[in-house]
């Protein structure tokens, strides 16, 4: 069974995630209008994901007896965007999902709910990755410092990304 608290901060994060899905999904569309094909895989590829988290947290709540209630998602907020400030607009919105997940994790541990707290654990290694990864990407844009040549190879590169087996979980 889950608290009142619990239940009020998973549902929280189902949204955090669903919005994370949006957000990436306008990134997809933003890489398209700059001609970058690569990135716009990357950045579905990112948004599945992203629907996965929510249905992770969705399932868990069922799976605790709790309550789901969904609540509307914010607008996704881009303008005038280059290669480098997307991934450095996914950067800061990993940081800010992983202040998230910290956060429901000490929530977990006041209220003694251990079941949450191991199941928050896959959350916590999956924002490390996450964070490497957007991480990554800026370090080659930066290296490259707006050369189309190496802009091209770096869409190539993420043109390669393909979906995670254990995303299907
Ligand atoms: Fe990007 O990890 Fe979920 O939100």
Known sequence: MLSEKIQAALNAQINEEMESALFYLQ???VSDR????????????????????ADRFFNYVLERNGEVTLQAIEKPELQDETPLS???KALAHENHIS???????????TESDHATDVFLEWFVNEQVEEEAAAQGVIDQLR???GSPNGLFMIDRELAARKPESSEAA
């Open 99 to 109: 202040k998230c997940i910290f956060s429901l994790k000490d929530l977990a541990k």
């Open 27 to 29: 990134m997809a569309a």
């Open 86 to 88: 997307l991934f450095e």
């Open 143 to 145: 290296l490259v410092d």
């Open 34 to 53: 700059l001609g970058l094909p690569g990135f716009v895989n990357w950045f579905k590829m990112q948004y599945t994901e992203e629907l996965s988290h």
